[in-house]
């Protein structure tokens, strides 16, 4: 059983979200607010009622994805096999709080615990069809990747320093010479492909399940046009076997875009294990399996 994160992180609180709300959209004034279960790390998520939330950003570098989820979103949702987050209400700054926030519909479903899914590799085949409609959408005006979208979407090279310095703080505790040899096939893999839509953040977390099915995708701030390797990390942080094989049938993605993928995993895998190793053995032990699968997967398919 999951237990909601005690109230209060970033300075955002319940009774804050009550005291914009009813500044600002006082039509909903009544309705009660909670903590979802589920909080994400940009953003702080409040159930507004039964069928709405307030989504509000814990730090200047989150506020970009406000406007750029509130424009695009509408725009994207018609082509995509499943549903999206709507937007309902763009608050302003206020009651003390500094940043744009936003009233979003409320999406049915849990987010996509193993437990809760039926057939892994059906569910990993929904989500690589979701990638794929995501990639054929109109890219016309579309944010191209940057630093709004912490450069998901763009060369992983611009981790390049930070991948180093985790290796080097790493040695001796992973296979630092593999991972090195990983890391440079990503950087050498360029990208030369047309632009696409990409989410950049495709994680157990962000997908909705609902009767052991794909129903929804959340948390666009990430995302950008440009390249798509970064959307297929999951293929490690949450399948295997079966799925991660059913996952790269459906994405058909080429060797280059394979490598830059295994690079956007090893980079973050590592970057958290250099974090955390020493201090939190269950999100070490998760990082570390990431980076041995990412490594395997290397010899297996380089």
């Not at 999100?283 to 398919?301: C, G, S």
Request: aromatic share 8%; hydrophobic share 45%; charged share 20%.
């Amino acid at each position: 059983m999951t237990s909601t994160p005690p109230d209060g992180r970033a300075g955002i609180d319940a009774a804050l979200v009550k005291r914009l709300i009813a500044e600002q959209f006082p039509q909903w004034s009544a309705l009660p607010v909670t903590p979802v279960e589920v909080d994400g790390w940009d953003n702080r998520t409040y159930r507004l009622g039964d069928g709405m939330t307030a989504r509000l950003p814990t730090a200047a570098g989150y506020v970009p994805a406000v406007a750029k989820e509130d424009h695009w979103l509408p725009r994207l949702a018609p082509a995509l096999p499943v549903a999206v987050p709507t937007v309902l209400g763009r608050g302003v700054p206020g009651e003390g709080y500094p940043f744009p926030w936003s009233v979003r519909g409320w999406l049915p479903g849990g987010t996509a615990r193993r437990e809760r899914i039926g057939d892994m590799p059906r569910f990993a085949t929904a989500v690589g069809e979701f990638l794929l409609a995501l990639q054929r959408c109109d890219t016309t005006g579309g944010p191209v990747a940057g630093e709004h979208s912490f450069h998901r979407g763009a060369p992983p090279a611009h981790y390049d320093q930070e991948t180093h310095r985790c290796l080097t703080a790493l040695k001796g505790r992973v296979d630092t010479d593999r991972a090195a040899a990983v890391w440079d096939a990503a950087l050498a893999a360029e990208w030369h492909g047309a632009p696409v839509w990409f989410h950049g953040d495709i994680a157990w977390g962000n997908l909705l399940v609902a009767e052991g099915e794909l129903t929804a995708v959340i948390d666009f701030g990430t995302s950008g046009v440009g390249d798509p390797a970064c959307d297929l990390v999951i293929a490690w942080g949450m399948f295997s076997g079966d799925s991660r094989a059913a996952f790269r049938r459906t994405v058909a993605q080429d060797d280059g875009t394979w490598a830059r993928a295994r690079g956007w995993a090893l980079w973050k895998s590592l970057l958290v294990l250099s974090e955390n190793i020493d201090t939190d053995e269950q999100l070490a032990a998760a990082n570390r399996r990431v980076i041995d699968e990412v490594l395997a997967d290397h010899d297996d398919f380089a």
